[in-house]
C-alpha cells in the first residue's frame, strides 16, 4: 500500500521499485499507461526526449532510468504537478539530465526556446467532450479533458521532434483513427501495437509510433495482452513490462 507522505501526496514506487514518485492523491495519477509509454520509448543513446504533460514524471522517469545515456525534458502546465515532477527528479538522482518545464503544451512550441527533439512522447488526456464525463472533479479536469482537443497533442509533438524524429503516443483504441489523420499530415511510418485486457477482449489501447517525414507503410505489430484468463494479475509479458525487465520493441 502506498506510504501517506501528507494530506495530498504518496510515495510510491514504479518500475519494480527501481523509481521512488512522489505524486498528488487526486488528479492524474502514474498508472500502466505510464509504464507502457516508458516502455515504448526506444530513445538511442545520446537522443533527446521530451514528453508532453508529464505530470508528476511517473513515464519520464521510468524512461530515463531505462536510458540512461538520453536526456529528458518535461512539459507539465500544472505547477503542483510540475514541482512533483522536479522533486521526484532530484530524489532518483535524474535532475542532471532531467528537466521540468512548467509550461502549456499549447504554447507555440517557438517560444518554450527548445531545440527540436530527437523523440517527442504523450499520454494525453482522453477526453476532448466535457459532457463525456459525469462531473470529473476539478483537480482532475486537467488530467482528463484535452483542451484543444487530441488535435493540440498531436500538433505539439510533430512542433517539438525535428525532421526524421519518433512521435509515440498511448491513447484509447477508439481515437485510432483520429490519432493517424492527424499525424499523417506531416508524419508517416506508423508503426501500431493495441493493448488488450485480455486474450478475448477488444483492444482498450493503443500505442503508436511514428516518424516525421517517414513514408513507409503502416505496420499493425503483435499485440499487448496485460491479463491471463486466471491465475497471474499479468500475463509474463507484461508483468517483465511492468518491471523493467523487458521493454515494448519496434520493428
Not at 97 to 108: E, F, G, K, M, Y
Not at 171 to 176: E, G, I, Q, T, Y
Amino acid at each position: 500500500m502506498p506510504k501517506q507522505t501528507d494530506v495530498s501526496v504518496t510515495q510510491d514506487h514504479v518500475l519494480g521499485g527501481r523509481i521512488a514518485l512522489r505524486q498528488g492523491v487526486n488528479g492524474y495519477r502514474a498508472g500502466m499507461d505510464a509504464a507502457l509509454l516508458a516502455a515504448a520509448c526506444d530513445a538511442p543513446a545520446g537522443a533527446r526526449v521530451i514528453e508532453a504533460g508529464c505530470g508528476a514524471g511517473g513515464a519520464l522517469l521510468a524512461a530515463a532510468a531505462r536510458h540512461p545515456s538520453v536526456r529528458f525534458v518535461g512539459v507539465e502546465r500544472d505547477p503542483a504537478a510540475a514541482a512533483l515532477a522536479h522533486a521526484n527528479a532530484a530524489a532518483n538522482g535524474m535532475e542532471a539530465r532531467v528537466d521540468i518545464l512548467n509550461a502549456d503544451i499549447a504554447t507555440p512550441f517557438s517560444r518554450l526556446a527548445l531545440a527540436p527533439f530527437d523523440l517527442a512522447m504523450a499520454n494525453p488526456p482522453f477526453f476532448d467532450d466535457p459532457a463525456a464525463l459525469r462531473a470529473p472533479a476539478a483537480e482532475k479536469q486537467g488530467a482528463w479533458m484535452a483542451d484543444g482537443g487530441l488535435a493540440a497533442w498531436t500538433a505539439f509533438l510533430l512542433r517539438a521532434v525535428r525532421e526524421g524524429g519518433t512521435i509515440l503516443m498511448i491513447h484509447r483504441a477508439d481515437r485510432l483513427a483520429d490519432i493517424l489523420a492527424l499525424l499523417a499530415p506531416k508524419a508517416g511510418s506508423f508503426q501500431v501495437r493495441p493493448v488488450h485486457p485480455r486474450a478475448e477482449a477488444p483492444a482498450k489501447r493503443v500505442l503508436v509510433r511514428a516518424i516525421k517525414t517517414g513514408k513507409a507503410p503502416l505496420v499493425l505489430l503483435p499485440p499487448l495482452v496485460m491479463h491471463p484468463a486466471q491465475g497471474a494479475k499479468h500475463t509474463p509479458q507484461a508483468e517483465a513490462i511492468l518491471r523493467g525487465e523487458a521493454a515494448l520493441a519496434w520493428l
